[in-house]
């Protein structure tokens, strides 16, 4: 961990800053990467070493250092070992850049044809004192399409001396046919526990002293570059005193604290958006820029829908540990539902504030927006009731339909039979009821007509109600099917089932029938719903094909007739009896009334706890 003799320069006050003093300079100093360590010295050890290697990754996690690494590993004076000496000559070379046999090359500024071509022609020479001439070419992917490929050939079949180490944090760039020729090692992002613990240890060695919260905040920006760590940490020990804060990390870094965006969240979950711009504005005043807030505000509630889905405080990557409750309590608060639109809508802001030079402003009506928002899990959970109630009324209509014979169903769906489920058919007052016939003497099975078929059981138990137990029917004088379903359908008998036809009907087809303010029948086959002018939405979804198709139905398995169904809007009074019965411009609380008597209504206020907050009148 120390500083190599090569960056110490003894002859001046020249400064080595912490990333490079601190560089890993062997495979026991190389943190976060033990799989791609582990490889490499098993390589060595087993004499299996490639002659190229290609390591990707993100920035500031470790691929040029285990590319010199490695280098010093294979040129080692006594021999290739996975544990190099890195106090040796050969290897203050390499770790300085000045060794002769190890070449590192920027691929950014060596990105052409004829640097290519003059590596080689420089491939052929032998190392000048080590076993391995060694290329290491930083940012391959920037190099050219006619470099790579002039560089194939050598790649395809090297000099037993040479070894290529390509480094890339882009290798989607890179072509397949120099991409086949390496052996790929993919650097995975340093965890944020493995940063702290090297920046404890380098905070030591600078005789200095740090709370645990200020280095959690340097890897949480770090984002898994142990480079970007050290240059962080390097930034608050310029102007500490010895002791690294939290509170100085904040102000270097120009971010909020944990408990600021918590109470912002907090303030935002309570609709109060007063307060919420309250906390905003407190925020800039202390320095915190209005994109990096919005940045952080998108970590936060990755770290609150984390915690809602169950995840424990280890799944935390932008808020402390201790947090870990507290997000839990706000998402339950809230709801998954509403925390995932939130989620997308401080992304979609974040898109926007980076084209824009009114940040501020940007995220002051995003905040709002969110206090404005529905509670978007009742509606999620509202709509699943709806379903689950929906599939037990059709489950209980398929059980039901279940339990009656084939040929019963067939009748009752061509309307020549009563359900016996339905009560007695109404006879008008001053009417005999039909005389019953005696039933045909039998005939063979062979010649009765199909009419004829049905059994007199069949014909008493669907044809009326059955009378009590205690006084069973005649056997002989069933009564005839003819005459029942040819029976028009009165308004009482409907007025008497229609309760009957609402329970078995589909919840949410039922609920909008009931916004007919009157039913009857006007004529012989035809059931008409009236509804008010003010429930138009009400009569165009009944008036919808499967709604349409359900209340039919419900009605022929109810009465045993089938029936037509027509939807008509009440009828407007004569303008005299209108403008004496009902003023001719309603007030806006006369209005509200009849709205709010409207069952459709209604039912959003009570299951959602809804408000009407404005009235808009359609254009006709």
Known sequence: MGTSANEQDSGNDSYVVVARRYRPRDFDQLVGQDHVAKALQGAIETSRVGHAYLFTGARGVGKTSTARIFAKAL????????????????????????????????????????????????????????????????????????AFNALLKTLEEPPEHVKFIFCTTDPEKIPITVLSRCQRFDFAPVESSKIVGRLREIVEAENSTAEDEALELLARRAAGSMRDSQSLLEQVLSFSDGHLTADQVHAMLGTADDQRLHRLAQAMQARDAASALIQVDEAVAAGVDAGRLTEQMLGYFRDLMTASVG????????????????????????????????????????????????????????????????????????????????????????????????????????????????????????????????????????TQTPAAAQTPAATQTLGTAPPPASTPPPADHPPAVDSITSAPLSDAELHSSWKQILDEMDPMTATLVKAAEKFGVPQP????????????????????????????????????????????????????????????????????????????????????????VRIDTPRS
Not at 422 to 432: E, K
Request: hydrophobic share 40%; net charge negative.
């Open 311 to 446: 995840c424990d405080a280890s799944m935390l990557r932008y808020a402390a540990g201790s947090m870990h409750d507290s997000l839990v309590e706000l998402g339950q608060q809230w709801g998954l539902q509403t925390v995932l639109a939130i989620v997308g809508l401080v992304d979609e802001t974040l898109v926007r504030i980076r084209h824009s030079v009114h940040a501020r402003v940007l995220l002051e009506s995003t905040l709002i927006q969110i206090c404005h928002l529905p509670d978007l899990q009742a509606i999620v959970d509202l709509t699943a009731a709806a379903q689950g109630l929906a599939s037990d009324h059709s489950e209980k209509k398929n059980a039901i339909n279940k339990t009656q014979p084939s040929s019963v169903g067939a009748a009752i769906a061509t309307g020549h039979l009563t359900p016996a489920s339905t009560p007695p058919t109404a006879i008008p007052p001053g009417t005999a009821p039909p005389a019953a016939t005696p039933a045909p003497a039998a005939t063979p099975a062979a």
């Open 75 to 146: 040129n080692h004076p006594g021999g290739p070992t996975s544990h190099p000496d890195s106090e040796s000559d050969v290897a203050q070379a390499i770790d300085s850049g000045e060794d002769v046999d190890v070449i590192e090359i920027d691929g950014a500024s060596n990105r052409g044809i004829d640097e290519i071509r003059s590596l080689r022609a420089n491939v052929g020479v032998r190392p000048s004192r080590s076993r391995y001439k060694i290329y290491i070419i930083d940012e391959v992917h920037m190099l050219t399409g006619a």
């Open 525 to 612: 086959g035809t059931v008409e719903l009236t509804f008010p002018e003010t429930s138009g939405l009400a009569m165009s979804r009944c008036g919808s094909p499967q709604n349409k198709e359900e209340i039919v139905r419900t009605i022929a398995r109810v009465t045993g007739r089938q029936l037509t169904v027509t939807l008509v809007t009440g009828t407007k009074a004569p303008p005299m009896q209108q403008a004496v019965a009902k003023p001719k411009t309603q007030n806006r609380m006369q209005r509200m009334r009849e709205i709010e008597a409207n069952p459709m209504v209604r039912a959003c206020i009570d299951l959602l706890g809804a408000e009407i």
